[in-house]
């Protein structure tokens, strides 16, 4: 089963088609772990990912838009503005990076390098997960998207506002899953999972748990060293 990348929208007649013909081998995750550690290794080994809701994102900025001059004259935006809001709110969307080795994005979103990062080989989880749902590399721009008085549903333009993140988030390189609603993006096959990457300053209990756990189902942990400004991973750390 294959998965829709990005979503094309016809206007009336036919219309080019945005297409990508390579994706990134593989896909990274930051997590924190501390009390989340039981629940971060049961995703693994129950082969799902976790969406949470649109209001749950750390960027204030998340689903800003603007109007073009035909939807504010045709009294589309009046109209639409809060059902747009209310199919934003029902999303779940999971967040994940071309990139494992991202020194911000360790501090930021795997709690101070004390986390992990489980990266997923991408043509295994594509296959995993249901034609329903959504992967969308997000664009970056200095404005956010503009909606216009075309024939997009409200979920379509719902995502659209989604899909765009102000320039400065560049450097994370995000693709975003995105499911109809919170919850689970069950892909079932472990196999999905590549390997599993620890923080450098990961709790040695923890560290103990995830390397028996992840021993059971196959999965290779590395963990991650750091050498003045450089930062690389092997089995043991050291």
Request: net charge positive; proline share 5%.
């Amino acid at each position: 089963m294959t998965m829709k990348i990005g979503t094309a929208i016809r206007q009336g007649g036919a219309m080019a088609i945005v297409k990508f013909y390579s994706t990134p081998p593989r896909l990274y995750r930051y997590r924190p772990l501390g009390a989340k550690l039981d629940r971060e290794i049961a995703a693994i080994k129950d082969g799902y990912i976790y969406c949470p809701k649109f209001g749950d994102m750390n960027d204030p900025m998340e689903g800003m838009h603007r109007e073009s001059l035909a939807y504010i004259v045709k009294g589309r935006s009046k109209k639409e503005r809060q059902a747009i809001a209310d199919e934003k709110a029902k999303l779940g969307i999971a967040s994940l990076s071309e990139v494992y080795d991202h020194e911000p994005m360790w501090a930021h979103y795997a709690d101070q390098f004390n986390g992990m990062c489980v990266a997923y080989t991408t043509s295994k989880l594509l296959k995993g997960l249901p034609n329903e749902f959504d992967f969308v590399r997000m664009s970056y721009s200095e404005e956010p998207p503009v909606l216009l008085a075309n024939r997009a549903s409200l979920v379509e333009k719902a995502k659209l506002t989604l899909g765009t993140k102000t320039v400065r988030w560049m450097s994370e390189r995000e693709w975003r899953l995105i499911i109809p609603h919170s919850g689970r993006a069950d892909y079932k096959d472990v196999r999905c999972v590549y390997r599993v990457y620890l923080g450098s300053r990961v709790d040695l209990n923890a560290e103990r748990l995830i390397r028996k756990e992840m021993e059971k189902i196959n999965i290779p942990v590395l963990k991650m060293k750091i050498d003045k400004y450089q930062v690389s991973f092997s089995k043991t750390g050291e």
